[in-house]
Every structure is written in C-alpha cells, then in structure tokens.
C-alpha cells in the first residue's frame, strides 16, 4: 500500500502560480511512476502529467505543455507540480497518483484524496 497526502492548493488569480505537493508513505516511493489527475466539476478526470521513476522522463497534456512542471525528490517520497500561467480552465480538483506500470499513461492504483485549485479573479 502506498498513502499519498495532497497540500499546496487554493485560490489563485489568473496568470498566477501555484505548487502542489504530495507526500507518498508506504512503500518504496522510488517504485513507482508518479502522476497528476485533475477533474473539473461536470468533466471526467484527466491525467494532467506524470513522471518516471528516475524524474527523467515525463509527460504533459496538452493543454498545460510549457505552463506545468513536474517533479520528484525520491529522498523526501514527494513530488510536485508546479503552475504558472494559471488559468480559470485550471480549476479543478487535483489528485496525485501512483503506479506500478510500465509506462507513463499505464493504470494507476493509489490514490490520494484531492487539492481544491481555483483560478479567479
């Protein structure tokens, strides 16, 4: 079992920066490929990014590329996501997520239990 604890989020205006963070206990952070979720309200959830198990590889949606970076510090079992550039259509809900796959947009099977993002004016 992994446990992973979302922090960071909040009301932003927009063009605005935020950073989440999610802390991972339970076994071996490095294991697992890492990635963000969002869902807005009335939306399905989305995978915003992810990262390898090194932080050498990594994906983004398209419609964060060039405004989101994610991150990870094995040593601390966290990984981050950073929001510049912040958008209202970046209101969401975002979820970390863990997964034991093969490749970055594999299955995840942990979960943490969300971060509020608002971006308004």
């Known amino acids: 079992q992994v446990q992973l604890a979302e922090s960071g989020g909040g009301l932003v205006q927009p063009g605005g920066s935020l950073r989440l963070s999610c802390a991972a206990s339970g076994r071996t952070f490095s294991n697992y490929i890492m990635g963000w979720f969002r869902q807005a309200p009335g939306k399905e959830r989305e995978l915003v990014t992810a990262?390898?198990?090194?932080?050498?590889?990594?994906y983004y949606a398209d419609s964060v590329k060039g405004r989101f970076t994610i991150n990870r510090d094995n040593a601390k079992n966290t990984v981050y996501l950073e929001m510049s550039v912040l958008q209202p259509e970046d209101t969401a809900i975002y979820y970390c997520?863990?997964?034991?796959?093969?490749?970055?947009?594999?299955?995840?099977?942990?979960w943490g239990q969300g971060t509020q993002l608002t971006v308004s004016s």
């Open positions: 990262i390898n198990r090194s932080g050498l590889g990594t």
């Open positions: 997520a863990a997964s034991s796959d093969y490749v970055l947009r594999g299955h995840y099977v942990y």
